[in-house]
């Protein structure tokens, strides 16, 4: 039975100091190393692996690359006076929980992987971050400041300056969380993120414009995913609807039957597929095919599976019927598109 392990800021300030204060003999680099634009450190514990990739891309937006892997139950909580301050998180593997604390209303806020997170911090602020050992925790965060949103006048839409508006501006402090499913376009910007083959200035500015364009694909899809519902809609029932979608992409290659992902989702199987062809304009199983020939055309574009392997990961047990469905979706034999 894995052990419990409770660390606070001022714990994590004290042993980055001490990896700043590394012996000379040691290899330079090895647990900490920092310029202008760039810091790069891992904690390698007792406890486990904690491991940060720092990027400064322009004033006002910062990129992070953090892995957990940790042997023990990890709980780790901050406190803060944090300046207004927007926050994307995208979870690229494992599962952890949230909790801010000094709320009228507290919330445990569940992170899963294939799950993005957009959060707005303001004020005093206090939050606990529990990870359960034995996995890896993987995750692309992104910090802008609303002076900066408010410049961006080419990469962001107004609909999506307008969103965040809305949404966020009667918080006058702590902490607003939002959660919704990483798309396949968002993953194609996060793997170029991780898979970044420049070096210098180029991957300065290379970083910086995946990072706007995942603020922008994020921002569009929570103001279309927001959008009002018709009036047989109860906010309720949108929010099920919400969670019904979610489920199926996180079990592309197994979906629940309709009736199975109504109960998970807390509605009945009526308002389920009314809700779908209002909010998404489509049935429940035509959101899951056109999301699966989505996912299996960023998985071809990658390059790192065939297409049987392809097929299998979005839920097809025969390539032949997959290879159907991809052509007729996108108009090119999925082999065509991995050799192009």
Not at 79 to 90: A, D, I, N, Y
Not at 245 to 250: G, V
Request: aromatic content about 10%; proline content about 3%; overall charge negative.
């Amino acid at each position: 039975m894995s052990g419990q392990v409770f660390l606070n800021d001022s714990d994590l300030e004290e042993m980055l100091a001490e990896l700043q204060q590394q012996p000379e003999q040691q290899e330079i680099g090895e647990h900490y190393r920092a310029n202008d634009n760039e810091t790069i450190w891992t904690l390698d514990k007792s406890f486990g692996k904690w491991s940060n990739h720092s990027f400064h891309l322009r004033d006002y937006l910062a990129l992070t690359l953090t892995e957990w892997n940790f042997q023990e139950n990890f709980n780790f909580t901050m406190k803060s006076q944090m300046e207004p301050l927007f926050g994307f998180s995208f979870s690229m593997s494992g599962g952890f929980t949230v909790k801010p604390f000094g709320r009228a209303k507290e919330i445990d806020a569940h992170a899963h992987a294939r799950d993005t997170h957009m959060a707005f911090f303001q004020g005093d602020m206090q939050s606990t971050t529990a990870v359960d050992s034995g996995q890896t925790v993987s995750l692309v965060q992104i910090a802008i400041r609303p002076e900066l949103i408010n410049t961006l006048s080419t990469e962001l839409s107004d609909s999506s300056q307008s969103f965040l508006h809305q949404t966020f501006s009667s918080h006058q402090t702590g902490k607003s969380w939002l959660t919704i499913t990483i798309t396949p376009a968002m993953t194609i910007a996060l793997q170029q993120i991780l898979q970044c083959p420049y070096q210098g200035i180029t991957k300065q500015l290379y970083l910086e414009s995946k990072a706007l364009e995942l603020i922008t694909l994020q921002l569009h899809q929570l103001s279309e995913d927001r959008r009002p519902a018709s009036k047989s809609l109860k906010l309720d029932d949108i929010d099920c609807i919400h969670l019904a979608r979610d489920i199926l992409i996180r079990n592309l290659d197994d979906p629940p039957s309709l009736l199975t992902l109504a109960k998970q989702s807390g509605i009945n199987s009526f308002k389920l597929k009314q809700g779908f062809r209002e909010i998404f304009n489509t049935t429940v199983f035509g959101y899951l095919h056109a999301y699966r020939m989505e996912e299996a055309r960023r998985l071809l574009q990658l390059g790192e599976l065939n297409v049987t392997q392809v097929a299998q990961t979005v839920g097809y047990d025969y390539p032949g019927k997959f290879a159907a469905a991809f052509k007729k979706k996108f108009g090119i034999n999925p082999k065509a598109l991995k050799s192009s």
